[in-house]
């Protein structure tokens, strides 16, 4: 299976994670644009606990692309 995102979008989402200094909720709010954006639906809940999981690994691009892959609902 290819990836979904390519990596110059998941960077461009990384530098606005760590730019922002925004909470989880707020990650998750940005993790949820970002998928809507690219034309997928995702279960906010699962988005807040994504975000958590992006912050503990210090938003490490690889996390990052993994959350966002699992996060990804086909509309």
Same mark, same amino acid.
Do not use: T, W
């Given at each position: ?14 530098? %606005? !994670?760590? *730019?922002?200094? +925004?909470?989880?909720?707020?990650? =998750? %709010? !940005?993790? *949820?644009?970002? +998928?809507?954006?690219?034309?997928? =639906? ?34």
């Amino acid at each position: 299976m290819g990836e979904k995102f390519n990596i110059s979008d998941v960077a461009n989402l990384r530098n %606005e !994670l760590i *730019q922002g200094g +925004l909470d989880s909720l707020q990650s =998750g %709010e !940005l993790l *949820q644009v970002f +998928l809507m954006g690219h034309g997928y =639906g995702v279960c906010p809940d699962a988005a807040r606990d994504a975000a958590g999981r992006v912050g503990s690994a210090r938003c490490s691009l690889e996390v990052i692309r993994q959350e966002l892959e699992h996060l990804a609902l086909v509309m």
